[in-house]
């Protein structure tokens, strides 16, 4: 809601695959908007927490880690309204350096496979090509969530990887 108490969008949650959890915070971003969410004590009893090392993307780091090991239940009701004013915790975050530790916490703790599910990953002969479909998918989701510097990254480790097969050739 804006200041004059007017709607400015609607954010609907959605129940999430745990198998497409992952796939969807890379893709997308967040399924849930963080203060409609619940969890189970159980949840946390492993240790599980918010790191209090990134300073944006923190709630979407810690729901991907839920979602990736427990089924969500979305209630389909608008149970929750948040107003938007010029003193919003959110509005002294400063987003100009766009910082995006949080996808590349989630690039470093899972593989390839874990990340582009879809490709044959268990056929050999087909490795390379994964290796280079997988980099270039990320490279795509990752320039497509703003994440630009991430994703010319990815395409570098294409091109190093040609490169490479090449001049064994």
């Known amino acids: ?39 189970r004590r159980k949840v946390f009893d492993g240790g599980l927490r918010y790191d209090c090392n990134l300073k944006i993307g923190e709630d979407n780091h810690l729901l991907c880690k839920v979602t990736n090991v427990w089924d969500s239940v979305h209630v389909p009701e608008v149970l929750y309204l948040y107003r938007k004013h010029n003193t919003n915790s959110s509005k002294k975050i400063d987003y100009s350096n766009n910082d995006t530790s949080h996808l590349r916490m989630l690039l470093n703790e899972y593989s390839l496979p874990e990340l582009v599910p879809e490709l044959e990953w268990t056929a050999e002969e087909k490795y390379f090509d994964n290796l280079c479909r997988a980099h270039s998918i990320i490279s795509l989701y990752l320039y497509r969530r703003l994440a630009r510097n991430e994703a010319v990254e990815q395409l570098e480790i294409v091109a190093d990887l040609i490169n490479h097969k090449n001049t064994k050739q």
């Open 1 to 39: 809601m804006d200041t004059n108490k007017k709607p400015l969008k609607l954010i609907l949650n959605r129940n999430i695959d745990k198998k497409y959890a992952l796939r969807y915070f890379f893709k997308i971003g967040s399924p849930m908007a963080g203060a409609t969410v619940m969890f």
